[in-house]
């Protein structure tokens, strides 16, 4: 088994591959996958620290570090769950400042992940479109969840 500071070594050189193919201009998937492989290496650090019961402030600068590259890589949720994490804990005053720094840029990326989709129509269509819904059984509520909200 790693020990953390394999992990974190090894979370850090992958973030940083990530950072030089970023700066490559490449449209392909390499920055992201390099993220991807050290956000896993970084949970794991954090998680095994948790486990060891390390004390602060080294277990929530891991917690920080692993949602801010779960945020890089746009794994919101898991981001979110570690920032919680961290803060559930006894962090530093500057590091719950940063943790919640990340949870504000978790949220602004979720907010631009539900936005919302207008459909303009005519006021002297709006029945027509309104019945022929209806009568294909389908509802604004099943429409919303095939693709996002809908206002109408």
């Known amino acids: 088994m790693k020990d953390i500071r394999t992990l974190h070594n090894e979370a850090m050189d992958l973030a940083m591959k990530g950072d030089i193919a970023a700066t490559k201009n490449d449209d392909g998937n390499e920055p992201q996958n390099y993220y991807a492989m050290a956000f896993e ?4 650090a954090a998680l095994l620290a948790d486990f060891q019961r390390n004390p602060e ?4 600068i891991l917690y920080r570090s692993a949602a801010s590259l779960a945020l890089q890589c746009g794994k ?4 979110e769950r570690l920032v ?15 943790l919640r720094d990340i949870l504000r840029q978790i949220y ?4 631009k992940a539900n936005d ?6 005519p ?5 027509k479109i309104q019945t ?6 389908l509802s604004i509520i099943a429409i919303r969840k095939s693709i996002g909200h809908v206002a109408i």
Do not use: C
Not at 41 to 44: F, G, P, T
Not at 76 to 79: D, I
Not at 84 to 98: T, V
Not at 116 to 121: A, C, D, R, V
């Open 41 to 44: 290496k970084e949970q794991e």
């Open 57 to 60: 402030p080294g277990l929530s």
């Open 76 to 79: 919101l949720r898991e981001a």
């Open 84 to 98: 919680a994490k961290a803060l559930s804990g006894n962090p530093p005053s500057e590091i719950a400042i940063e």
């Open 108 to 111: 602004a990326e979720s907010d």
């Open 116 to 121: 919302i989709y207008e459909i303009k129509i």
């Open 123 to 127: 006021e002297s269509q709006r029945s």
């Open 132 to 137: 022929l819904i209806q009568q294909l059984g």
